[in-house]
């Protein structure tokens, strides 16, 4: 494998060699995604499904890039998009969660080549700004090179994901690349065992003067005192896994959670994913790696999900007459702690290769007993190691404004994390205080290694949104009225539907709508309602609405004090609504062309948060049936911080004489809007018990011509 490249440190006294450590680290690390899709044989792969969950890879490829234009667009570090279709098309839709479309009708996927220039233009731009943006040491979160490294790290995380779907294309449609050479070492696996590891305080969680990049849930810290336990000296092996499948393991639900049994009807699964049957020999299996079939070699690692780990794990239980367990979280710190596995700083330095990561050894995992440290095996490396513990925030949490969305889906209980990184982990990946997680279900470069351990993790998920700004859009959208004022989202809709009168009530369109108060409102009417938001928070809160049908949050009340609030959609006579109401993400501002065919679309106080309210506007027209109506709310309070000031509609001085937003809407909608109606809406958001912001929105009622 070709030499690593490290992760820049965030630190120094040279600038100049800073941003040229910077343009190393992007150039290298971009290339070398696109190098990772050199083993694909032929263009219609691309846009195949290689896992029914994903995007087809097409989506993966352009994906890293758009990110960096989205995210430099975001901070306003750029002004121009390159290309605004693909940087819609390529933004969203990486985990399957719930408000992700994964309908592939909805997607006119680019060309390859039309892709690949899209991502040479991505190149040439980022490449300019490393060289040309001041930069200041050390970089900080509030700092522009720290969306650059957020696009580098992001395109090293979907090198990783990109590889694990490479591997379920059909053979025929991959190809041997000099590049990624599979390990050539297989043989008969060692005995695994259990060996002590002494009790030991944990502390966790990074510092925010931390001299490497990191994800936000990675920042705060986590204290815990573990207790001794037991660990199995080797990852679990082929070999060893191959017993609990050869028991008829994978058939034998008492073996298996409730989730894991309905993942196990639903997919009628008989073994790990990466085998291949061989019907020639008795529980014969073949492997399949990155670009080849080869016969299972016994002593690699199992790769397996967290379901079928925590399987196995139960079924050694009674085997053995033991509490076997994957570890926690904080065990397996414990443990690498215990072995003195080198950090990052150390082994990135050495010419001694720590494990089989960073691609430094292969594009594959290698035998299990390869890499020792201090009696144990494996500790970083080879695969990424389950955990039972679900991701959850360290005190002093706090997300970061340019991702969002990075972590804050993931506080669900249903991900769980996994530790030590992969033969493919690069990067922050390969870092010991990373923390990733991925739904149980999922199928990554991961396998496991078991305890025995009696340890009780004190680590609930949190059923109640604290999240300062979240609870107040909460309560925004469903709380009690306040100072004698209706509900402002929910008056919104009620007007609407009666703006709407005797039209056609068939496809309303939510543009902001945040916890999703006026999407449900207005089902009351229409067949079907769309929501979306820039906020992959908001949506999300929305989504566990929808399903639910109940949201919990937290307001403050005074000082310390709070009050905890629940919200039931049947206590407001909206279950029934809630399944003709869709949410996505998206940017109001460069919406996808599947967004049409509309007889309503509301936009309730957002044309003053929006960076191009105009560009939005002059969208809305085609997206709209002649005769349906266009809703627009808004207290008109434009700000620089959210909106330049040269895109402002209105609130300005032109040629010495008042703008106002109403006359620049006029501006903008009448070529394909005629004005019915305005009329004012008051409003108030609570940001205490005794303290709240009143103010009153205008209500602009345009019919389409």
């Known amino acids: 494998m070709e030499a690593m490249i490290q992760m820049p440190t965030l630190t120094g006294t040279d600038s100049e060699a800073k941003r040229k450590e910077i343009r190393t680290y992007f150039q290298h690390c971009f290339r070398r995604y696109e190098s990772l899709f050199k083993t694909i044989r032929q263009e219609e792969a691309y846009f195949i499904k290689a896992d029914p969950l994903r995007h087809p890879l097409i989506f993966y490829y352009g994906h890293t890039a758009t990110f960096f234009i989205n995210k430099l667009k975001l901070a306003k570090i750029i002004d121009q998009r390159i290309d605004a279709e693909l940087e819609s098309i390529f ?25 690949q220039n899209y991502r040479e233009k991505v190149y040439t731009l980022v490449s300019e700004l490393i060289e040309t943006l001041p930069l200041t040491l050390p970089v900080t979160q509030d700092s522009p090179w720290w969306i650059i490294l957020m696009g580098i790290e992001h395109e090293n995380i979907h090198l990783e994901t990109s590889s694990v779907l490479i591997r379920q294309l059909p053979l025929s449609m991959v190809r041997e690349d000099e590049s990624w050479p599979v390990c050539d070492e297989a043989g008969e696996a060692p005995k695994n065992k259990l060996l002590a590891v002494p009790a030991k305080r944990v502390l966790l969680g990074k510092a925010k003067n931390d001299p490497y990049f990191g994800w936000d849930n990675e920042y705060g810290h986590h204290q815990e005192d573990v207790p001794a336990f037991h660990a199995s000296k080797y990852l679990v092996s082929n070999a060893e896994y191959l017993s609990f499948v050869a028991s008829n393991g994978y058939a034998n639900d008492r ?7 309905a993942w196990k009807r639903y997919t009628k699964v008989r073994f790990p994913r990466f085998w291949i049957e061989d019907k020639q020999k008795p529980n014969g299996y073949r492997l399949r790696t990155l670009s080849r079939e080869i016969p299972l070699p016994m002593n690699w690692p199992v790769e397996v999900n967290c379901l079928e780990a925590e399987a196995f794990c139960q079924w050694l239980s009674e085997k053995e007459g033991k509490t076997i367990t994957l570890p926690t979280e904080d065990e397996y710190m414990s443990l690498r702690a215990f072995t003195g596995f080198p950090t990052y700083a150390e082994w990135s330095r050495e010419e001694e290769v720590a494990g089989n990561i960073d691609l430094k050894d292969a594009a594959s995992s290698v035998p299990v007993d390869k890499y020792e440290q201090n009696g144990f095996y494996d500790i970083a490396g080879n695969v990424w190691q389950w955990s039972r513990t679900p991701i959850y925030p360290f005190e002093g949490f706090e997300v970061h404004p340019a991702y969002d969305d990075f972590t804050v889906p993931t506080f669900d209980g249903k991900h769980n994390l996994i530790k ?3 033969w493919i982990s690069c990067g922050n990946l390969a870092h010991e205080k990373s923390r990733y997680a991925f739904r149980r279900h999922f199928y990554q470069h991961a396998g496991f290694r078991y305890v025995q351990s009696s340890y009780e993790e004190q680590v609930t998920t949190n059923p ?10 909460c309560h925004f959208g469903w709380g009690e009225n306040a100072l004698g004022v209706e509900n402002y989202p929910a008056k919104c809709a009620s007007l609407a539907l009666k703006y709407m009168g005797k039209r056609p009530k068939r496809k309303a369109f939510d543009i902001g709508c945040a916890i999703g108060r006026s999407s449900f409102e207005l089902a009351r009417g229409f067949e079907e309602v769309i929501g979306v938001d820039f906020s992959a928070r908001f949506i999300q809160e929305a989504e566990r609405l929808k399903e639910s049908g109940v949201l919990r949050y937290v307001m403050p009340t005074e000082g310390e004090l709070e009050a905890f609030h629940e919200v039931r959609l049947e206590e407001h006579g909206l279950q029934e609504e809630a399944d003709k109401v869709v949410f996505w993400q998206a940017d109001a501002c460069n919406l996808k062309s599947i967004f049409t065919g509309f007889d309503l679309i509301f936009a309730g106080n957002l044309i003053d948060r929006l960076y191009d309210p105009k560009k939005f506007l002059d969208s809305l027209a085609e997206r709209l ?13 434009w700000q620089e911080e959210s909106t330049p000031k040269e895109k402002w ?13 109403l006359e620049g809407l006029h501006e903008i909608l009448d070529s394909d809007f005629r ?24 209500m602009s009622v345009w019919e389409r011509k």
């Not at 949104?465 to 107040?472: C, E, G, K, L, V």
């Not at 300005?652 to 937003?661: F, I, K």
Request: glycine share 10%.
């Open 255 to 261: 073996f298996w959670s409730e989730e894991g049994i």
């Open 649 to 661: 509609i209105g609130g300005y001085r032109r040629d010495g004489e008042s703008v106002t937003t």
């Open 464 to 473: 109640y949104t604290t999240d300062s700004i979240i609870s107040q859009y």
């Open 91 to 115: 933004a969203v839709g990486v985990d399957e969660m719930n408000w992700d479309d994964l309908n592939e009708k909805h997607y006119n996927w680019p060309t390859l080549e039309h892709t």
């Open 675 to 698: 004005l019915l109606d305005r009329r004012d809406v008051p409003f108030v958001i609570q940001e205490t018990a005794r303290k709240h912001q009143h103010s009153i929105a205008e």
């Open 625 to 637: 049936h002649s005769g349906g109506l266009l809703i627009l709310t808004s207290p008109y309070t």
């Open 420 to 422: 030590g990184g992969s």
